[in-house]
Nanobody, 120 residues
Framework: QVQLVESGGGLVQAGGSLRLSCAASGSTFSIYVMGWFRQAPGKEREGVASVNWSGGSTYYADSVKGRFIISGDNAKNTVYLQMDSLKPEDTAVYYC?????????????WGQGTRVTVSS
């Protein structure tokens, strides 16, 4: 079992920045990839960014490339999402997820979500 707790969401003006954090606890040694997803009102959930927990390789959705940076601190079992140059279309509930070794996000673990609102 892995527990994920997100923090750092809030209200920000367009062009501003926020940093989301996701602290993992429990069986963190089995984590393979940590990812951030988001779901905007009336839209499907989409992947934003992910980081390989052992190798450090990263993935970004095209919509956030050059603006968001994902990073992980293995010692603290925490993954961060630095979001710069925020746009109103970034408004969503952001979820942290852990994909376990040999598994998928669907059978992994998810946080409760943190809301990000970007005003124009």
């Amino acid at each position: 079992q892995v527990q994920l707790v997100e923090s750092g969401g809030g209200l920000v003006q367009a062009g501003g920045s926020l940093r989301l954090s996701c602290a993992a606890s429990g069986s963190t040694f089995s984590i393979y990839v940590m990812g951030w997803f988001r779901q905007a009102p009336g839209k499907e959930r989409e992947g934003v960014a992910s980081v390989n927990w052992s190798g450090g390789s990263t993935y970004y959705a095209d919509s956030v490339k050059g603006r968001f940076i994902i990073s992980g601190d293995n010692a603290k079992n925490t993954v961060y999402l630095q979001m710069d140059s925020l746009k109103p279309e970034d408004t969503a509930v952001y979820y942290c997820a852990a994909r376990m070794k040999g598994g998928s996000y669907a059978d992994g673990y998810w946080g409760q979500g943190t809301r990000v609102t970007v005003s124009s």
